[in-house]
């Protein structure tokens, strides 16, 4: 079987796809093409293969291809050496890991000078095999005979034998194996605080004496050790029980052959337990301890990558005349008109509260603001003084002349914002706005439509992930970019006002492309059609036809650039228009005309079914944006701070996080309330994201409340949480509001409230600022 094929069936494995889907999809891959636009255009060549099987593809891919590089290294250099065998050939052909074929390349590869090969030069390899072949004669004895110079006593020989011995099982790639699936299934991990370090590390307090099964201790648990082992507080320790230790050391003697008790076999047993007490013990624990870090760094990853995903394709409020404010105190609140497009149209600064209190000022300002530009939204960030803006913003609408329309006020999350206001790309956009007033702009717009401005900030400045700053970053920003890229795709952008920022995200562009773009745009004006992209410097045929399918121009010369047809199938489409005998633009959108056609009519040689069911579906919607409709949590009046809230009450919030535990939700009080995977349901619950997702609006219940702690219990449970005690062990404090800098705190380093790991430490990196 050549690399190829091996590559094509082990992916296909991986993905629940065939060799062939897969082939096709490496080959689209390998000459270009991007995920988003293999999914949406290339459905006939690779099978229907979604996103998210190509995503897990061209990871997979990416993997065994190393795979197969440090593979045929490794044949090279064995074969070099001239030790290589038809077995050892065959081990390293059939090895599916990278760990896997280093332990093969253990015995062959290069290092220092060992106390093995010191005890080889000193002529003491016989001694090992005459040990191993009369195991009735006391070692001492065959030890005496192999006294030198370098070996003065039959101790030091025996040490010697052992020293080789111990090598050789440390290199035994069966025996490496079989201990390193032994112990994922049964080893213990162990946290116990440093002495000492009792006082200071108490935000790790529930791991000073912790111990669980290394197979099943979660993410955000392992994460919250490995932290804890990191600043000092912790040690970590991944051994099995004594039952364990015991059926290690017995593997082990087995690749030894002991069976009898005699002299040889009691010698050769106590060689078994030092080789796991002093070589093998740490070297596995490494292994498992840095697979512990993977895996918990993937599920963190992934759980950064399912909220980013559903934060991004949250719903839009639309384009409309929005004002933005972004709220403080003692520094004012900093205003900013947007129009139907995002252009900024006004901004200033109000000061509502101590210490001018300025408040018929500032509402004299915001009523001028509101009927000046008509106003149809505000939007007020949601971090320090959210509450008290939106209280004055609540009195002054209802201030308004009855002559003017009265604006939606809409709390949203202003995550990031400070991150935006002090970055190039805001620089470049707004050289002459202050970097306060900024952030202002950049809640207004994010209301309007979250996806194109977020795309602008770091998602990790978004701060949606558990962890995030502890894990691999490469492989976090690899994620969330492929978020990205999948979102926007997944909605399409419009050509003529999308920013470079948001361009650089299409399939096939980037950002010189996007830049070009924008910059042909404002030199020539509006895109016409998709085909005056050729026109763009450096925009040539491959990027255009990656690229065409998910931008849109509206009321340009060919409506079907509108949609997200691809000027590829253009013919096909309207194949489809003159067998309704209509014009594209009237039958565009005519769902009752386009669905007495069958699409099986309009196939031939280069589009297939799934392409022409896919224009049918697109002509009868054209544009349609995958997004929900908008809509808001309405925060309950008289509740606007944690010492407000009682157990029992019943209230509006939105899900602002969701992590393996449960989901985070802002009832309007500047703190986070937790709602426990127990109390998201009244079933269980494997997975919150079965149940919610960031962004959503949801009715929850106050089952506890700690003001001291910062900590607020919700439950969505019919029962009004009946069952809430059975959350506290798994579960820390509620995220509190940022202070200072919107955007806030990016630290790694947890700020405790005295609840524990499982509060503090383990949640610290979970706060959406």
Aim: hydrophobic share 40%; net charge neutral; proline share 5%.
């Amino acid at each position: 079987m050549d690399t190829v094929t091996r590559i094509a069936n082990t992916i296909a494995k991986d993905t629940n796809a065939t060799p062939k889907q897969v082939g096709a999809a490496v080959a689209l891959l390998d000459e270009g093409a991007t995920v988003p636009f293999i999914a949406r255009y290339r459905k006939e060549v690779t099978g229907g293969l979604d996103d998210t099987q190509l995503r897990v593809l061209s990871e997979r891919l990416v993997y065994l291809r190393e795979l197969e590089t440090r593979r045929a290294a490794i044949a090279k250099e064995i074969t070099s050496q001239g030790k290589m065998t038809d077995e050892l050939a065959l081990s390293i052909h059939q090895a599916e890991t990278k760990a896997v074929l280093e332990d093969i390349y253990l015995p062959y590869k290069p290092k220092r000078r060992t106390k093995a090969m010191i005890a080889r030069e000193n002529g003491l390899e016989p001694l090992v095999e005459l040990i191993l072949s009369d195991r009735t004669t006391d070692p001492d004895v065959h030890a005496a005979g192999f006294i030198t110079e370098n070996v003065a006593t039959t101790r030091d020989a025996l040490n010697g034998a052992r020293d080789i011995l111990v090598e050789g099982l440390a290199e035994n790639a069966a025996l490496l194996g079989e201990l390193r699936e032994f112990l994922k299934r049964d080893a213990l991990i162990t946290a116990k605080v440093i002495e000492g370090k009792e006082t200071e590390g108490a935000k790790f307090a529930d791991y000073f004496d912790h111990s669980e099964k290394w197979a099943d201790a979660p993410s955000h648990r392992a994460l919250a050790m490995l932290r804890g082992a990191n600043e000092g507080f912790l040690t970590i320790d991944i051994v099995p029980d004594e039952a364990g230790v015991e059926r290690a050391v017995s593997m082990i003697s087995h690749h030894l052959d002991v069976r009898h008790g005699t002299a040889g076999d009691k010698w050769l047993a106590t060689v078994a337990g030092w080789t796991w007490r002093v070589k093998l013990s740490m070297s596995m624990m490494l292994d498992l301890l840095g697979d512990l870090r993977s895996r918990a760094h993937d599920e963190a990853i992934n759980v950064f990558a399912r909220n980013l995903k559903d934060l991004l394709l949250a719903a839009p409020a639309g384009a409309k005349a929005t004002l933005g404010l972004d709220p403080g105190i003692r520094t004012g609140v900093k205003v900013a008109v947007v129009d139907p497009t995002g252009k900024v149209l006004d901004t200033t600064t109000i000061y509502p509260f101590q210490p001018k209190m300025d408040v018929q000022g500032s509402q004299a300002a915001l009523m001028a603001l509101i009927a000046k530009h008509g106003v149809n939204l505000i939007a007020i960030g949601n971090g320090t003084g959210s509450r008290e803006t939106e209280r004055l913003v609540a009195d002054t609408i209802k201030m308004l002349p009855k002559s003017v329309t009265p604006p939606t006020k809409v709390v949203v999350s202003e995550a990031g914002a400070s991150v935006y206001s002090a970055s190039e790309l805001a620089a470049r956009e707004f050289p002459d706005l202050d970097v306060s007033l900024r952030g202002a702009v950049s809640i207004a717009r994010r209301l309007q439509d979250p996806l194109a401005e977020l795309v602008k900030i770091e998602p990790k400045a978004i701060g949606v992930g558990q962890y995030q700053h502890d894990v691999d970053q490469h492989k976090l920003a690899k994620s969330l970019e492929a978020v990205v890229e999948d979102a926007v795709n997944a909605v399409g952008v419009d050509l003529n006002t999308a920013s470079a920022a948001l361009l650089s995200h299409v399939s096939g562009l980037g950002p010189v492309l996007a830049e070009s773009i924008v910059s042909h745009r404002d030199i020539n004006g509006a895109f016409q059609s998709r085909k005056d992209l050729l026109k763009v410097a450096r925009l040539g045929p491959k990027a255009f036809e990656q690229c065409a399918g998910f931008l849109r121009i509206r009321d340009g010369s060919e409506p079907l650039d509108a949609s997200s047809v691809h000027p590829e199938a253009y013919g096909v489409a309207r194949k489809i228009v003159a067998a309704c005998g209509r014009d594209v633009r009237s039958l565009m959108g005519d769902e009752k005309a386009l669905r007495g056609l069958r699409a099986e009519q309009f196939v031939d040689d280069t589009f297939g079914l799934p392409t022409v069911r896919d224009i049918l579906t697109e002509l009868e919607k054209p544009g349609r944006d995958p997004r929900p409709t908008f809509k808001t949590a309405t925060f309950t009046d008289g509740v606007e701070d944690i010492k407000d809230l009682k157990p029992g009450m019943a209230l509006e919030g939105t899900v602002t996080n969701v992590a393996a535990f449960g989901a985070f939700v802002d009832i309007g009080v500047h703190q986070d309330g937790l709602v426990h995977v127990s109390q998201l349901a009244d079933r269980f619950v494997k997975d919150p994201h079965e149940v919610v997702k960031t962004g959503d609006v949801v009715r929850v219940t106050v089952t506890e409340v700690d003001v001291p702690r910062k900590r607020i219990g919700l439950t969505m449970r019919k029962d009004g949480g009946a069952s809430a005690k059975e959350a506290r062990a798994e579960r820390g404090p509620s995220r509190p509001k940022p202070k200072g800098p919107k955007g806030g705190n990016y630290s790694s380093k947890p700020q405790s409230s005295g609840t524990g790991a499982l509060g503090d430490a383990l949640l610290s990196a979970m706060r959406k600022r």
